[in-house]
């Protein structure tokens, strides 16, 4: 199974994540978690990104193709693996192509959580997330049983820096440039897109289904 979530910054696609890689054992591959550990362990790659996280901008694509090829050619990946927020250009969507052809393991799905602009504002600025195990909540949406503590591992919550309203005006800006992978993906005859705009367990359910058919 070599997938791929798209769709806008909160669109669900982290939330989604956690729960196909808890069924279908798939690693996964998160360029803006693996951005962000690089950051909080102040590695070179860190020091290099965290002017683009923090202000909302994407990472250059040399870059963010460099990490995910090396990602990529770990042995947990050999099996499938789930790809989240990358490839984010038509750059690094050509990039991964050839990658994944030159391993004769191309994408087999693409699921587009599609969900309209308007929502975004309200789950992005409300999203905490664990600091031990990377769990995502929203304050209003996905509360924790207790305020500020994850229910799996009794971790500490926090709110990304990147979660305010102007990186957050700033990461919807720069989805133009993700935009024309949608088409991209329709062309290539593998997307298949989700309303994301409903219940987290009514998404998961319909991108359990669409899952369940790849593996059929
Ligand atoms: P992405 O990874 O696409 O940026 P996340 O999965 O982190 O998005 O979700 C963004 C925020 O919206 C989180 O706080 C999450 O709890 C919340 N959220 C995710 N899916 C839904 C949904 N279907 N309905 C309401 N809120 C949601
Ligand atoms: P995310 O966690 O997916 O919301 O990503 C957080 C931030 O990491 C983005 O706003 C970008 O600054 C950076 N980032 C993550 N993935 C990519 C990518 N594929 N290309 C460029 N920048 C990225």
Do not use: W
């Not at 499938?80 to 191309?106: K, Y």
């Not at 959580?113 to 975004?120: C, D, F, Q, R, S």
């Not at 990304?160 to 800006?173: M, N, Y």
Request: hydrophobic share 35%; charged share 25%.
């Amino acid at each position: 199974m070599q997938i791929m979530l798209l769709g806008l910054p909160g669109a669900g696609k982290g939330t989604q994540a956690s729960r196909i890689v808890e069924e279908f054992h798939i690693p996964h591959i998160s360029t803006g978690d693996m951005f962000r550990a690089a950051i909080a362990q102040k590695t070179p790659v860190g020091l290099e990104v965290k002017q683009y996280l923090d202000s909302g901008r994407l990472v250059p694509d040399e870059l963010t193709i460099r990490v995910v090829q090396e990602r990529l050619s770990q042995g947990d990946a050999k099996n499938g693996f789930l790809l989240d927020g990358f490839p984010r250009t038509l750059p690094q969507a050509q990039a991964l192509d050839e990658l994944l052809n030159r391993l004769g393991r191309p994408l087999n799905r693409v699921l587009y959580i599609h969900v309209p602009e308007n929502v975004l504002m309200a789950r992005l600025t409300g999203r905490r997330i664990c600091r031990s195990c990377g769990a995502t909540y929203h304050v209003v949406f996905q509360p924790p049983k207790v305020e500020g503590v994850c229910d799996k591992c009794g971790g500490e919550l926090y709110q990304r820096s990147d979660d305010t309203p102007d990186a957050v005006k700033t990461r919807l800006e720069q989805y133009a440039q993700t935009a024309p992978l949608v088409d991209y993906y329709r062309d290539r005859k593998l997307l298949t897109q989700v309303d994301g705009e409903r219940p987290v367990e009514d998404v998961y359910e319909e991108v359990r289904r669409v899952l369940m058919s790849l593996e059929g």
